[in-house]
C-alpha cells in the first residue's frame, strides 16, 4: 500500500476503489449490503484519516486524486 493510503483500513480502501470507479453513496451502499448512512460516516472517516476537510476543498475529489496518485494513475 503506497504511503499515502498506509492508515486504511482494507474497506476504506475499497471505498476509495469504488468513487474513482464513479460509483455514487447509493450504488456503494446497495452493493455492500449497508445503509447509505454507514457509506457516508464511512466516507467521512475516510476523508479523516486522509487529513482532508471541508474547508480544504471537496474531500471527496481530493480524495479520488490522492488515491489515484498514491496507486500510479495520475
Known amino acids: 500500500v503506497p504511503e499515502a493510503l498506509r492508515g486504511l483500513s482494507d474497506?476504506?480502501?475499497?471505498l476509495l476503489r469504488r468513487r474513482t470507479a464513479g460509483q455514487s453513496n447509493e450504488q456503494i451502499a446497495n452493493e455492500l449490503?449497508?445503509?447509505?448512512?454507514?457509506?457516508?460516516?464511512l466516507a467521512s472517516r475516510t476523508f479523516l484519516a486522509l487529513g482532508?476537510?471541508?474547508g480544504s476543498g471537496n474531500p471527496r475529489v481530493r480524495a479520488v486524486?490522492?488515491?489515484l496518485r498514491a496507486m500510479g494513475q495520475m
Open 11 to 14: 474497506l476504506q480502501m475499497d
Open 33 to 41: 449490503g449497508v445503509s447509505l448512512r454507514a457509506v457516508e460516516s
Open 52 to 54: 482532508l476537510h471541508e
Open 65 to 67: 486524486t490522492m488515491y
